[in-house]
């Protein structure tokens, strides 16, 4: 295949997994707040996005893939609200286990990423018209 | 007719170019993949000295021809810059920069391209 025509193939797939990235962040960061309604109902728990490479067979690119969203195995950290309908006997709530910082770095770092796509795809645009204008 | 070379060439760095983008592209796209190490193609004058290989001959159009997508050769970066806890050798500074290059090369060739093509009509209308 055309690497020029790869490089928008390419770019395009890096842009798709950082944009789920993005797109996982925002649901940590609304599901902040989330806890249960009984004690023993769970809080939210935090998701998490891995990439692994992603080598497309036909033209040799390799892409990159979303291969799974796994949940945060971390403790829920506990709050006393003795008036929360979550309450253990105690008068511990346990929240969900998002942090606010980190959710904010990955949200920084997946756009940061996303720009870069962008780059590359304008980059091959670039090359691919310099190309075209040959013919002119 | 020696000097039509120079088209050979042009053409030949232009496609090398074009490849040395496709690895920058994978590499930015796999900056946050863990593991992926940052690639780079051989040097171009390596790549003219050993001459571009041919493809896997195909019986059948269904056939995949290996070798044709990666003409270029394709190795670990031995200068990546960065190196994170999770293995991946990325550095996105380090990509944009080389994309930079890789496009600034490119438009030279694209200029060589068409002098060398000026050239030939010069010589054959007279007409500048």
């Keep these: 295949m055309d690497p020029l025509k790869s490089i928008s193939a390419i770019a395009a797939s890096g842009m798709h997994a950082q944009g789920v990235r993005l797109k996982i962040t925002a649901e940590n960061v609304a599901n902040a707040g989330s806890t249960g309604n009984t004690p023993n109902e769970d809080p939210y728990r935090r998701k998490m996005v891995s990439f692994s490479e992603l080598v497309d067979r036909a033209s040799g690119d390799s892409k990159v893939k979303v291969s799974g969203i796994d949940r945060d195995t971390s403790d829920f950290p506990l709050k006393y609200d003795p008036v929360h309908p979550a309450a253990d006997e105690r008068g511990y709530v346990r929240t969900s286990n998002v942090s606010s910082i980190i959710e904010m770095n990955n949200m920084r770092e997946a756009s940061r990423s996303y720009e870069a796509n962008i780059n590359m795809f304008d980059a091959g645009r670039r090359m691919r018209r310099q190309m075209l204008d040959l013919l002119k | 007719?020696?000097?039509?070379?120079?088209?050979?060439?042009?053409?030949?760095?232009?496609?090398?170019?074009?490849?040395?983008?496709?690895?920058?592209?994978?590499?930015?796209?796999?900056?946050?993949?863990?593991?992926?190490?940052?690639?780079?193609?051989?040097?171009?004058?390596?790549?003219?000295?050993?001459?571009?290989?041919?493809?896997?001959?195909?019986?059948?159009?269904?056939?995949?021809?290996?070798?044709?997508?990666?003409?270029?050769?394709?190795?670990?970066?031995?200068?990546?810059?960065?190196?994170?806890?999770?293995?991946?050798?990325?550095?996105?500074e380090q990509q944009s920069i080389k994309a930079n290059e890789i496009n600034e090369n490119y438009q030279l060739a694209a200029s060589l391209y068409r002098k060398g093509h000026e050239l030939v009509r010069l010589a054959a209308t007279g007409v500048r």
């Design chain 2, 1 to 92: 007719m020696d000097g039509l070379s120079f088209f050979n060439l042009a053409s030949k760095r232009m496609s090398w170019l074009a490849n040395t983008q496709r690895v920058v592209a994978e590499n930015v796209a796999n900056a946050d993949t863990p593991g992926f190490k940052a690639r780079t193609t051989e040097e171009f004058d390596k790549m003219l000295a050993d001459g571009v290989q041919a493809p896997l001959k195909v019986s059948h159009p269904g056939h995949i021809r290996g070798a044709e997508a990666s003409s270029v050769g394709v190795e670990e970066d031995p200068d990546a810059w960065s190196s994170s806890p999770n293995g991946n050798t990325v550095s996105l």
